[in-house]
């Protein structure tokens, strides 16, 4: 069974500018969550959606945005990019059966530089 | 608001050692822990997870215990080898929403 893709695995952009991640999740799994790692944060909580719907969501400004296909897959949003949003930008998916606190499976990341 | 801690931040030790990384939560109102590895550059592995009725899990040379009323878990690696060099997280899920809360990782080196 394949595992959780990212794309793009890299990205570079400028300020200002604005970019969409996607996610395909696990075959099955209905729950997509994204998470932020920085080396000053660590990993930070973004969104959870679960059947194209946003079920929770971090504390993070309303740059970042996000939504889930009816084929589970999620793409993430950030418009207006800050040096600040460089980042490894990681998706986890779980919850097979619609449950609650599945165990988690994640990607690869996308690596996010901000010039 | 559910913190959760990791100590040592870092740890360097000798092949063949048996070794214990630490993770505390300060809310004990949890539905399950998770222990993950992150080697470099890479997204994460789950490793194990504990539910909260549940009070260690097993897998090879990995042990994991939880003790939910002290907040506490540790996860017991045998016989290390160098490959488990990685950044080990821990990361709980509580009452909060369906999202992880994440400790700050152990970075591991295990020297030949």
């Known amino acids: 069974k394949a595992g959780v893709t990212q794309t793009p695995r890299y990205l570079i952009k400028t300020r200002g500018q604005q970019v969409t991640l996607s996610c395909s999740p696990i075959s099955g799994h209905r729950s997509v969550s994204w998470y932020q790692q920085t080396p000053g944060q660590g990993l930070q909580f973004l969104f959870e959606?679960?059947?194209?719907?946003?079920?929770n969501k971090g504390n993070f400004p309303g740059r970042f945005s996000g939504r889930q296909f009816s084929n589970s897959r999620s793409e993430m949003n950030v418009s207006t990019l800050e040096l600040g949003d460089s980042a490894l930008y990681l998706c986890?998916?779980?919850?097979?059966?619609?449950?609650?606190?599945?165990?988690?499976?994640f990607g690869p990341g996308t690596r996010l530089t901000v010039l | 608001k559910q913190e959760v801690t990791q100590i040592p931040a870092a740890l360097s030790v000798p092949e063949g050692e048996n070794l214990v990384l630490n993770c505390s939560f300060t809310d004990s109102a949890i539905y399950n822990l998770q222990w993950f590895r992150q080697d470099p550059g890479k997204g994460l592995t789950s490793l194990l997870l504990i539910q909260s009725s549940q009070r260690e899990q097993t897998s090879g040379r990995l042990n994991a215990s939880l003790d939910k009323s002290s907040g506490r878990s540790t996860l017991y690696i045998a016989a290390s080898q160098p490959g488990d060099s990685a950044t080990y997280l821990c990361a709980v899920f509580n009452n909060a929403g369906n999202m992880l809360t994440f400790g700050g990782g152990t970075r591991l080196m295990v020297k030949p």
């Open positions: 986890a998916s779980g919850a097979p059966s619609g449950g609650w606190a599945d165990e988690q499976f």
């Open positions: 959606y679960f059947s194209e719907t946003q079920r």
